[in-house]
C-alpha cells in the first residue's frame, strides 16, 4: 500500500512591475512574485482528478489583477493581499507568496533626483514570505545578496587547535560576507496599517550602522551583535537569522620578491567558504 506525503504546488518567477503615476514623483515597484499552495490536492496526485487544483496560470493572473488594486506600498502587504485570497479556497489549508524587490533608484540630476527615471541598484534583494492560513497569516521579510566589508575592526583568536590547523590568530583582519538575513514579525504586523517600508528600513539601516561600528571578535558574535540590535530597534521583529558566509581574504606572500606586505595586498576567495548561520530570538 502507498499513501500520498506532504506535497504543494503553485507558479513561480511571476515578474511584475507596477508604475504609479499618480504624483509627478512616479513610484515604481519591481517584483518577482512566487505561489504555492497546501491541501486537498491528493486526487489530482492519485487519481487524475482536477477538480480541487487551481491552475497556476489562474495564480499569475490573480497575481496581475491585484496588482491593479495594490499599485503601490510594501511587497509584504501586497503578499497578504494574494495570500488570503487564496486560502479562502475551501480545498487549500496553507497559501505562501514569497516576493523579491528588485531595487532602482532614482536618477541624480542638477535639480534633485530625477522624477520618472531609475538605474538599478544592485545593492541588496528584499525578500518577503507570507503565508495565510483559514484561521491567520505570518510575515517574514528580510534582505538577500547584500554584500558587505569591513577593513578592521575584525578578528579571530583563541580558537581550539590541533594536528590539522594551520590558519594563524588575527587580531587584525578583513571581514567580508554576503548577508542573508531573514525576521519573522509578530501578529500586529499582519493587521491593517503596518508600516512594512518603515519596519524595513529600520531593520536594514540597524544591520549596515551595527556592522560598520562594532568590533567582531568572530563572525558568530556579529550575528549576534547585529541580531540584538534589529530587535531593539523594530518592537515588531519577533525573532532574526542570519546566514553569513565568511569570504576569506587572504594576505599575499611577497616575500619571493624581496617585498614585505603590511596587511595592503590581498588575494579574494569565494570557494572554500565559512558558513555561519544563526537564529536570535525574544527570549520567553
Do not use: C
Request: aromatic share 8%; hydrophobic share 45%; charged share 25%.
Amino acid at each position: 500500500m502507498f499513501e500520498l506525503g506532504a506535497n504543494r504546488y503553485g507558479k513561480s518567477r511571476i515578474r511584475l512591475v507596477t508604475v504609479d503615476r499618480a504624483t509627478d514623483q512616479h513610484v515604481l515597484r519591481d517584483l518577482t512574485v512566487d505561489v504555492s499552495l497546501e491541501g486537498d490536492f491528493t486526487a489530482a496526485h492519485v487519481d487524475g482528478d482536477n477538480a480541487n487544483v487551481v491552475a497556476t496560470d489562474t495564480m499569475k493572473n490573480t497575481v496581475y489583477a491585484f496588482a491593479r488594486d495594490h499599485p503601490t506600498g510594501p511587497a509584504e502587504a501586497f503578499g497578504l493581499a494574494v495570500a488570503r485570497h487564496f486560502a479562502a479556497y475551501r480545498q487549500v489549508d496553507r497559501a505562501v507568496v514569497t516576493l523579491r524587490e528588485h531595487a532602482w533608484t532614482r536618477i541624480p540630476l542638477a535639480t534633485g533626483p530625477a522624477p520618472d527615471a531609475f538605474t538599478r541598484s544592485g545593492e541588496l534583494t528584499r525578500v518577503a514570505m507570507v503565508a495565510a492560513t483559514k484561521s491567520g497569516a505570518s510575515v517574514e521579510a528580510g534582505i538577500e545578496d547584500l554584500t558587505v566589508m569591513k577593513t578592521t575592526k575584525s578578528a579571530f583568536t583563541g580558537f581550539e587547535r590541533d594536528r590539522y590547523t594551520t590558519l594563524a590568530e588575527t587580531d587584525d583582519r578583513i571581514m567580508a560576507t554576503k548577508v542573508t538575513a531573514l525576521w519573522g514579525y509578530g501578529d500586529t504586523a499582519a493587521e491593517p496599517g503596518f508600516d512594512f517600508d518603515a519596519a524595513f528600513e529600520r531593520a536594514r539601516g540597524t544591520l549596515l550602522t551595527v556592522l560598520a561600528e562594532h568590533f567582531s571578535p568572530s563572525v558568530q558574535t556579529s550575528i549576534w551583535v547585529m541580531a540584538t540590535a534589529m530587535l531593539e530597534a523594530e518592537p515588531a521583529i519577533d525573532w532574526v537569522r542570519m546566514v553569513l558566509p565568511n569570504l576569506h581574504h587572504w594576505t599575499v606572500n611577497l616575500e619571493p620578491f624581496g617585498l614585505d606586505n603590511p596587511g595592503m595586498v590581498y588575494v579574494s576567495t569565494t570557494e572554500p567558504h565559512g558558513l555561519i548561520d544563526a537564529t536570535v530570538r525574544r527570549s520567553g
